[in-house]
């Protein structure tokens, strides 16, 4: 009789030996952002540390910097990533097939929300005499590294107001936080950046250097916006960086947490859940998420929705 209870017990140890290290895994979740400096990044990191927080008996998310929009629906596509952020118009051509996907459309592409607003700057210092995107002839300018998102803004500013980056001034492709540090140091005479506000790329050098942000506000420009859904025409307030003392008008796109359909809808609707169950926690996040509120996170979604997130809005009576 003891050895059979012996047995009975040994058994019982066995088991939870085998079952106990099943049932404390965690399913890891990659994020990516983009520049470390950037806001695309604060959200990859942001939200991870969120679900940390709160769904930390299910997952172990990591967020990443990465090279940016084209960078980060590249990834996902590969299942390189769970999530990613990627700019409202980068995610639209990802699904249809255009720009860096013509032809090769990401048809496992995913919207899950909206996050918010990126305005495209083009941020020079006040002793270059640029005052117009047109007084970037002869100049050196940052256009932003391949395969961001940045980049592709910049070369639809420059097709809109005729200028070609490798005939009417000197272009450099560096990272953000390189640019930021070389217009401190002159050696570019402005950057382009499409990114939230306010951002450190930009705050940082306006602690060093005196700043202007230049209008991009063309008839074009607006034509442009009225023509692509997934843009906005929208102002910088005036005071949201040193040195900029009146508002300065210009476009901008979403940002938009994006996903795979092989990202299983669990994963996806855990995430929304514990997002939108503790928004004022990531409102207090950062700066640029203070006025985030559910009606505008669901709207400029350019890529179909997740079935994972689908399921929570509907729960909510949102759609």
Known sequence: MVGRKWLVALVVVLGMAVTA?????????????????????QVALQLSNMMNKHAADKYNYIGRPTGGSVF?????????????????????????GAADWEGKPVKGLRSVFSMHPETVLLVTRKDTG???????????????NPGSGQRGNAEDVLRIYGLDFNKDFSAEALQQAE??????DQKVDAFFFTVGNPSAAVEEPAQSVELDIVPIN?????????????????KIPAGTYKGVDKDVETYAVTA?????????????YDMVKTVFENLDELKASHAAFRNLNPKEMLQGLSAPLHPGAIK?????GWM
Do not use: C
């Open 21 to 41: 290290p099943q049932a404390m895994a965690k399913q890891d979740i990659l994020f990516g952002g983009a520049s470390i400096t950037g806001v695309y990044y």
């Open 72 to 96: 980060n629906i590249n990834a996902i596509d590969r299942g390189a990533f769970d999530f990613a952020v990627a700019q409202s118009d980068r995610n639209w051509q990802g699904f249809n």
């Open 130 to 144: 640029i005052k117009t995107v047109m007084d970037m002839k002869g100049k050196r300018i940052n256009i932003g």
């Open 179 to 184: 640019a930021s540090r070389a217009l401190v």
């Open 218 to 234: 063309s008839d074009g420009i607006k034509d442009f916006v009225a023509k692509h859904p997934y843009y906005i025409m929208t």
């Open 256 to 268: 938009t947490v994006i996903s795979n359909d092989s990202v299983s809808e669990e994963v996806v």
């Open 312 to 316: 929570y809005y509907k729960e909510k």
